[in-house]
């Protein structure tokens, strides 16, 4: 089975941009939809992004999400970062089982 | 409203076994197949297992195959994951998620609350 790289966190100040991206090990990013998960300390996990870049009604079009086959990885990109996207974020993708990525926390300055 | 809520969790010792149940409602259950997920403290999320609609399909972590099964009775709604020969890294808070489609594996739109077990001596 393939495994899903990370970066541990990312930091970054209210207003700003920031990128995650989430690296497939083995095959292509591209044969399999890839989602997006936040997990809030105490709450369960919610999608922000799924089969690569749809967003769910509910989530603010801040959150968006593409794959790169150059780089095999699949991206979420959050801009005008606001205190409450402080989380962890999960990408999470399959080839007969489900996968998912190491995580990243991401802290809100 | 699609909910899902988890039961079963608890304190088990090592090598013990435990049946976590998943109560679904809000949708139709048998159109969508349905997925076990866990956090272990202080660690990331981690696929289980997973059921296609009508049960006749089921996949495994190699964390757990052999040890648990995932089962469901589409008459009550309800997912199963009976978890035997328990051991500590097993300790975990075990969410219930529902797939976007019918097979095992793929996207998860809803997830409960999660049932914490705890394998312990």
């Known amino acids: 089975n393939f495994m899903l790289t990370q970066p541990h966190s990312v930091s970054e100040s209210p207003g700003k941009t920031i990128t995650i991206s989430c690296t497939r090990s083995s095959g292509s990013i591209a044969t399999n939809y890839v989602q997006w998960y936040q997990l809030r300390p105490g709450s369960s996990p919610t999608t922000v992004i799924y089969e690569d870049n749809q967003r769910p009604s509910g989530v603010p079009d801040r959150f968006s999400g593409s794959i790169d086959s150059s780089s095999n990885s699949a991206s979420l990109t959050i801009s005008g970062l606001r205190p409450e996207d402080e989380a962890d974020y999960y990408c999470q993708s399959y080839d007969g089982t489900n996968v998912f990525g190491t995580g990243t926390k991401v802290t809100v300055l | 409203e699609v909910q899902l809520v988890e039961s079963g969790g608890g304190v088990v010792r090592p090598g013990g076994s435990l049946r976590l149940s998943c109560e679904a409602s809000?949708?139709?259950?048998?159109?969508?197949?349905m997925t076990w997920v866990r956090q272990a403290p202080g660690k990331g999320l981690e696929w289980v297992s997973g059921i296609n609609w009508n049960g006749g399909d089921t996949a495994y972590a190699d964390s757990v195959k052999g040890r648990f099964t995932i089962s469901r009775d589409n008459g009550k709604n309800s997912l199963y994951l009976q978890m035997s020969s328990l051991r500590a890294e097993d300790t975990a808070l075990y969410y219930c998620?529902?797939?976007?489609?019918?097979?095992?594996?793929?996207?998860?739109?809803?997830w409960g609350q999660g049932t914490l077990v705890t394998v312990s001596s």
């Open positions: 998620a529902r797939g976007k489609r019918p097979g095992h594996s793929g996207s998860l739109d809803y």
């Open positions: 809000g949708f139709t259950f048998d159109d969508y197949g």
